[in-house]
């Protein structure tokens, strides 16, 4: 058998794939909905690439109080680098959207593209992650989180406490998950 080729495919997936065989059971309104917070998630994945590309460049937008804009626009004026990956360890790291350690000021910035209520926590780990990698005491920095949605800024000063507490955590479980993956 000459099976044909579809090498324009490779690397993709589609929605109604086998491996995501849930569809089947499906009616035409969990159909559509379904297609339309896939189409929602990848238009917030081209966001983010364009923010980035913006900021990379130095490029602002106009200034409106547009979520994109308002987020592109900070980042260029605060000189902060876009999508930056905060490692602790295999286990547990993760990318910024936008960061900036200046004059002992850390500065973290979320672009949320969805309409679903978001939450400082992931801004929090990022925090945690950028002192463990970097060996800094939260107690002797200050912090600035934000996060951009639906047209607004949502800005958080952590506490220092809330910090520590998440680098124990990511340090513990970490040690745990590497004792568990020896024992395997």
């Known amino acids: 058998m000459n099976f044909k080729s579809h090498s324009h495919l490779e690397g993709k997936h589609a929605f109604l794939s086998a491996s995501k065989y849930h569809w089947i059971n499906y009616d035409e309104d969990k159909l559509v909905a379904t297609f339309k917070n896939h189409s929602a998630t990848m238009r917030g994945i081209k966001l983010h690439s364009l923010a980035c590309e913006c900021i990379k460049l130095g490029v602002k937008l106009p ?25 602790y360890s295999e286990n547990c790291f993760g990318t910024a959207d936008t960061i900036s350690f200046k004059q002992n000021m850390l500065r973290i910035h979320d672009l949320k593209t969805g309409v679903s209520l978001s939450s400082m926590r992931q801004l929090e780990i990022y925090t945690a992650l950028f002192c463990l990698e970097y060996k800094t005491n939260p107690n002797d920095i200050d912090i600035e989180l934000r996060l951009y949605q639906s ?16 680098m124990e955590k990511i340090v513990s479980f970490d040690k745990q998950l590497e004792k568990m993956k020896m024992e395997e």
């Open 63 to 87: 200034k409106t109080k547009s979520t994109l804009n308002l987020y592109v626009n900070d980042a260029i004026g605060f000189k902060m680098i876009p999508e930056q990956i905060l490692y």
């Open 151 to 166: 047209d607004k800024i949502l800005m958080l000063t952590p506490q220092k406490e809330d910090i520590l507490y998440i």
